[in-house]
């Protein structure tokens, strides 16, 4: 219990800032000329992504570190139904600050956030409703999965294909997307992508390849526990 108080003191603190560094590098056209807003967060400005890498390098430093009292798969595993908790409710905070909305839609369920941010009051895609929907969708799913997965980090890379998959296409509809530079890519998307194939490749290889079976993480279990 201690190993992971002492994780999460050095995770939390490093997940915002790479929220903040993700945000930033992907709008330095704007803050490289007003550096005094680089540390700003109250002003908005964070990505869910920058905080997920940052929090994965350290979970894998720290893990590196402390190899015989912390196993870096499992964590991760628990983590990711953490993670979709806090996108579920984070998400509410966008509605609040009334961003994160998409394009005008006459679908019964069109949102007016306000006359300024839709501009004459058009209703349009609740995004924010959708993601947190997804990942509650995801959650639940996840959840009673994680009683039968077969290999440790499997939820986690289940998790990487669930949300890649749902934010890649809702990132589609959304109106402050962050662009790779001028190419019109939106970023996102990208990571999206980048992320659901390389974690649903990671699922298949070791499905098809190693053929795991459940009762194999007992007894890996059992061994390391005589083993101390």
């Not at 000329?33 to 964070?46: C, K, T």
């Amino acid at each position: 219990m201690n190993t992971v108080i002492d994780l999460l003191i050095i995770a939390l603190p490093c997940g915002v800032m790479g929220a903040r560094a993700y945000y930033v590098i992907n709008r330095w056209d704007y803050y490289k000329d007003h550096l005094n807003e680089l540390l700003s967060i109250w002003n908005g400005g964070l990505a869910i992504y920058g905080g997920v890498i940052a929090g994965i390098l350290v979970v894998l430093l720290f893990g590196r570190k402390n190899r015989h009292r912390f196993n870096i798969l499992s964590f991760l595993d628990v983590g990711a139904l953490g993670l979709l908790i806090g996108q579920i409710i984070g998400r509410w905070g966008n509605f609040v600050n009334g961003e994160a909305f998409g394009t005008a839609t006459n679908l019964p369920w069109g949102m007016v956030i306000s006359q300024t941010a839709t501009g004459g009051g058009a209703a349009v895609h609740p995004t924010f409703l959708y993601e947190s929907l997804w990942n509650l969708l995801g959650f639940t799913v996840l959840h009673f999965y994680s009683k039968r997965r077969k290999f440790r980090g499997e939820i986690f890379a289940w998790y990487c294909v669930w949300y890649g998959f749902g934010r890649g296409l809702i990132e589609g509809l959304r109106t402050d997307s962050l662009y790779l530079f001028s190419t019109g890519i939106r970023v996102s998307q990208l990571v999206a992508a980048v992320s659901f194939l390389a974690a649903a490749g990671i699922i298949a290889w070791v499905l098809l390849k190693k053929k795991p079976r459940r009762e194999d993480l007992f007894v890996n279990r059992a061994a390391r526990t005589q083993e101390a």
